[in-house]
């Protein structure tokens, strides 16, 4: 055992974030409830304005009981305040408030534990309350008790009931705000220890939390669908009117009108894709955690699995679908705007091969031209060089050097014109030779 034990002299570096890793296990345990307990639990959409309101609002209920305050960095926060205990947990969206009380009545929701913190500072809880459930833990009665007996607990509400735990408790709701702007869940508890009682609690409270959170999308996606649309019948119009150009000035016009649909689509991407890619984590969640309960179902009452699943999945579907009919909208707009490039490109590069052809019989033009004024710049400089010729010649004749000049002259035409005719040749063949 000694050889695997590191010597207190070892000089080894360790990882940064090594112990916040290793403690993430361990982060955000469950609570160990007895039987009977109350709780009541608060889910809080934080401020991003004021990112640290929750944080001084705790600060001021541990000074009032004067327990111990969580440092600036936690991210949850549990403490006994002597007649509850406050479970605080902030989270990537949202914080959640638990007040877990042992007192209970022997009716259930008699009272509720919130009554047990300072009504002043409950009312100034920093956020937007999205979800309140008061959750209570009794022993299971010796007779099974029937749902007609149960409603009056839920204010009347038809009830949802399965066993969980493998029978170990069982779990009644309605799954409806009651009269005091709460939800109601209550645990029948047979044989559950502390520990399993803890571990039902925390997933039944998951489980109601993500159910929010999962929910928040499904009035983004309705607000969103007379956009989309709007946009599919833009983009079909768009599509329609390819078929229809003329010239370049109407691609480069319907080409804008596709990058303005673009940007459109991409900005409701932005303004949404965070959203719906929680909705699908949560929806996890919730599958994970029901799957948690283990649940028996009991006669004539649906269980959570089939409540919250028949409820739940046409909502998720709905921002689903939202989400992929934005994608496909996307993919969509994206290869008409590349069917429209490549008609763009196409027509460029005709009127390009057009131009080079008009070029070609222009430079041919030039050519021939070129050729021409080649032959009178020949005819003209023999005609000099004749002249000069012709005034030698009866030079030669004064001194009596010739007898006729003007034969000399015409003798001298096709000379000259040789001499110039070969020269030019010899010039421009040079003159290739250096541009090559």
Not at 281 to 290: D, T
Request: charged share 20%; proline share 5%; glycine share 4%.
């Amino acid at each position: 055992m000694s050889d695997l034990t590191l010597p207190r002299s070892a000089a080894l570096r360790f990882h940064p974030e090594r112990e916040a890793l290793f403690n993430e296990l361990h982060t955000r345990p469950f609570p160990v409830l007895a039987t009977p307990s109350r709780l009541s639990h608060l889910v809080l959409l934080a401020d991003p304005a004021q990112p640290g309101a929750e944080y001084q609002h705790l600060l001021r209920l541990c000074e009032r009981h004067a327990v111990l305050p969580p440092s600036a960095q936690s991210s949850c926060y549990y403490q006994d305040f002597g007649g509850f205990e406050l479970r605080w947990e902030r989270h990537t969206e949202f914080s959640t408030y638990t007040l877990l009380s042992k007192q209970s009545d022997s009716e259930p929701f008699l009272a509720n534990a919130l009554r047990l913190l300072p009504a002043d500072w409950l009312n100034e809880l920093p956020g937007q309350l999205l979800s309140c459930n008061h959750l209570e833990i009794h022993p299971a009665p010796a007779s099974e008790s029937s749902p007609d007996d149960m409603r009056r607990h839920f204010e009347g509400q038809r009830l949802i009931s399965a066993e969980v735990s493998d029978g170990q408790a069982r779990l009644w709701s309605a799954y409806r705000i009651h009269s005091d702007g709460c939800g109601r869940l209550l645990i029948h508890n047979r044989s559950l220890n502390p520990c399993q009682t803890g571990r039902l609690v925390r997933s039944l409270l998951e489980m109601e939390t993500y159910r929010m959170m999962l929910l928040l999308a499904l009035p983004q996606a309705k607000a969103m669908a007379p956009q989309l649309k709007a946009m599919e019948r833009q983009l079909a119009t768009a599509i329609q009117q390819i078929n229809q150009i003329q010239n370049l000035a109407d691609e480069r016009h319907l080409l804008g009108e596709l990058g303005s649909l673009a940007a459109g689509i991409e900005q409701l991407i932005a303004t949404h894709n965070y959203r719906f890619s929680a909705t699908r984590a949560y929806h996890e969640l919730i599958s994970n955690r029901l799957a948690e309960l283990h649940e028996r179902p009991c006669p004539g009452l649906q269980t959570f699995s089939e409540f919250l699943q028949r409820r739940l999945t046409p909502a998720w579907r709905t921002s689903e679908a939202a989400e992929q009919s934005l994608n496909d909208l996307a993919r969509r707009v994206q290869r008409a705007s590349e069917l429209l490039r490549t008609r763009i490109d196409l027509t460029i590069e005709t009127q390009n091969q057009q131009l080079m052809q008009a070029m070609d019989k222009r430079s041919h033009t030039q050519l021939r031209l070129q050729q021409t004024v080649e032959g009178l710049s020949v005819a003209a400089i023999s005609y000099y060089l004749v002249g000069l010729c012709k005034y030698l010649a009866e030079s030669a004749k004064s001194l009596g050097l010739l007898a006729d000049s003007q034969l000399a002259t015409g003798l001298a035409v096709p000379l000259c014109i040789g001499l110039v005719w070969f020269s030019l040749r010899r010039l421009k063949r040079r003159l290739k030779l250096g541009e090559g």
